[in-house]
C-alpha cells in the first residue's frame, strides 16, 4: 500500500466507516469555520487562494482547527494534484519518489500540492529534501504543525514559505460546527434525529479546548450511547450524564516537549512574580491535569522562590523545598496540593529580584573582565614558601575585631568597588538593608581608625 494517498472526492464523504470529523469536513472555503483572521473576505490567505498564488506554506496551531482542511481545499480551488502523507511515516526515499512524481507531472501541465502533516517532525535530511523542488516550482509545499516553526522547521525551507497562525476554536464555534453535524443527513448525524441542547453542546465545547475534532469524536460517541440507553434507533436525546460518560476525561491540549510545556510553565512564573494566587493556581493545575512531571514543577518553584522572593522572605526557599521532597515522597496525585501550597505561597509572599539581579552582574564581569588573581592576603599560607611570598600577609581576622568587620580589600583591584547586592526593601530585605548599611558604616569607622586586626585564621 502506498504512503502517499490522493484527496479523497466528495463521493466518500456519505461513507459511514469514516469518523465523523473526517465526514464533516467543509469542501469550500464558505463553509469552514473559524480563522476569520486569514479567510474571511480581503484577508491574506484567502486573497492568494483566490488569486491562485499560494505559494509553499505553513499552517501552525493546535490540534482540530483545520490544517488539513484548509490544504485539501486550496488544492480544490487551484486545481492541483494533492499528495498527503504523515512525517511519521515517511523517510528520505519516500520523499525523493514523490518529488520525482511531482517533477513529471509538472512537465505535463499539471500542479502538485504536498501536504506533510507533522512537518516538526522530519529531521534537517529530510527537510532538506524539498528545497530543490520548492524552489524549481515542481510542488506547492504545504505543511502542517502544532509546534513553533522557528524552532522545528530549517531556515531555508522556512523562508521559501509563508508561515501562517490558526487560533484555537471558540466555543460558540465549536457548537455551531456540532448542530451542523446533528442536522446533515448527508454527511452527519442527521438520520437519527438526535436531541441535544445547547447547554449539552457547550459542554462538549468547553471539554475540546478549541478541537473540533476532540468534539466531533465525544459527538459521535455521545450519540452511539445515547441511542443505545434509549433503546431508539431515531430521537434519541444526548443528555448531561451522555456526554459526562462520552468525555470520560477533558481533553487538554499539552506536550510536554513543546512550546506549549513552555508557555504554561511561563504563565505559571509570571503569576507568582505578580503576586496572584488565583492565576497561579489555575496554571499549576493546567499543568499537572494534564500529566506534567510534579518534579519537574517542584524545580522550578525552586527556581521562582530564589529568583523572585530571594531575602525577602528565606523561608520560601525552605518551603519549595519541603514540596519537593513531600511530592517525591507521597507521589501523585497526593502531592499535588504540596505544589498548590508552595504556589501560593510564593505568590504572597514580599518579592525581589535583588539576589537574580546581583549573580546575574556577576556573570556578565565573570565573562567580560580579567580574571585576576585573588589578592594575597586572602590567600592561606600552610606552607613556609607561601608565607615567604607573602600569603596571607595583611588579612584582618573579622572576629577578633571591636567592629567585627575589617576595611579590608575583598575583590580583586580591576573591580575594586563593586557594588552586586542592593536589597529592596520587601520583607526581610528591609532589615538586610539596614544590616548592610550598618556594616559598611563600621567598616569605614575601622578604616579611620587603622588598627590592624589579628592574622589568625580559624
Known amino acids: 500500500m502506498s504512503l502517499f494517498q490522493s484527496m479523497p472526492d466528495s463521493q466518500g464523504a456519505s461513507d459511514r466507516t469514516r469518523p465523523l470529523a ?5 469542501r469550500a472555503l464558505d463553509e469552514f469555520v473559524g480563522q476569520e483572521h486569514l479567510i474571511a473576505p480581503g484577508k491574506p490567505l484567502r486573497t492568494q487562494i483566490e488569486r491562485d498564488d499560494t505559494g509553499s506554506m505553513i499552517f501552525w496551531g493546535p490540534p482540530g482547527t483545520g490544517k488539513t482542511t484548509l490544504a485539501q481545499i486550496i ?31 509538472r512537465q505535463y501541465g499539471t500542479r502538485t500540492i504536498v501536504f506533510i502533516d507533522e512537518i516538526h517532525r522530519f529531521n534537517k535530511a529530510q527537510q532538506d529534501a524539498f528545497l530543490p523542488h520548492v524552489e524549481k516550482g515542481n510542488i506547492r509545499l504545504i505543511g502542517a504543525t502544532t509546534e513553533n516553526p522557528s524552532f522545528e522547521i530549517i531556515s531555508a525551507l522556512l523562508s521559501r514559505s509563508r508561515v501562517y497562525v490558526l487560533k484555537p476554536l471558540t466555543a460558540e464555534q465549536i457548537v455551531l460546527l456540532l448542530q451542523r453535524a446533528i442536522g446533515d443527513e448527508e454527511r452527519g448525524l442527521g438520520a437519527m434525529k438526535l436531541q441535544a441542547s445547547e447547554e449539552v453542546l457547550q459542554k462538549i465545547a468547553a471539554y475540546s479546548s478549541g478541537d473540533a475534532r476532540s468534539a466531533y469524536n465525544v459527538l459521535e460517541v455521545a450519540a452511539t450511547l445515547a441511542r443505545e440507553r434509549s433503546r431508539k ?73 530564589v529568583e523572585d522572593i530571594g531575602l525577602a522572605d528565606p523561608g520560601a526557599l525552605a518551603l519549595c523545598m519541603a514540596a519537593r521532597d513531600a511530592v517525591d515522597f507521597i507521589g501523585m496525585p497526593e502531592g499535588n496540593l504540596a505544589l498548590a501550597q508552595a504556589v501560593v505561597y510564593l505568590s504572597l509572599a514580599p518579592k525581589s529580584n535583588a539576589l537574580y539581579n546581583a549573580y546575574s552582574t556577576v556573570q556578565a564581569d565573570v565573562e567580560q573582565t580579567a580574571a585576576e588573581p585573588v589578592p594575597l592576603h586572602l590567600r592561606n599560607a600552610p606552607t613556609g614558601l607561601m608565607k615567604g611570598l607573602g600569603y596571607g600577609q595583611g588579612y584582618q581576622y573579622a572576629h577578633n575585631l571591636d567592629a567585627k568587620t575589617a576595611d579590608m580589600q575583598c575583590l580583586p583591584d580591576n573591580l575594586l568597588g563593586r557594588t552586586y547586592y542592593h536589597p529592596t526593601d520587601q520583607g ?23 588598627s590592624p586586626g589579628s592574622t589568625t585564621e580559624s
Open 233 to 305: 434507533e431515531v430521537g434519541a436525546e444526548i443528555t448531561d450524564e451522555v456526554v459526562q460518560d462520552a468525555l470520560q476525561k477533558r481533553v487538554l491540549l499539552y506536550d510536554k516537549t513543546g512550546e506549549e510545556h513552555y508557555n504554561l510553565i511561563s504563565a505559571l512564573h509570571k503569576s507568582v512574580r505578580n503576586s496572584d494566587p488565583d492565576a497561579a493556581l489555575y496554571w499549576l493545575g493546567r499543568m499537572l491535569e494534564a500529566g506534567e512531571d510534579p518534579l519537574y514543577v517542584a524545580r522550578r518553584v525552586v527556581r521562582m522562590a
Open 428 to 450: 526581610i530585605e528591609k532589615r538586610i538593608r539596614e544590616r548592610l548599611e550598618d556594616i559598611k558604616r563600621r567598616r569605614s569607622q575601622a578604616g579611620k581608625s587603622g
Open 75 to 105: 488544492a480544490r480551488m487551484t486545481k492541483a494534484e494533492f499528495i498527503e502523507f504523515s512525517a511519521v511515516l515517511t523517510g528520505i526515499k519516500e520523499i525523493k519518489q514523490v518529488m520525482a512524481d511531482a517533477e513529471r507531472a
Open 22 to 26: 473526517d465526514r464533516m469536513r467543509p
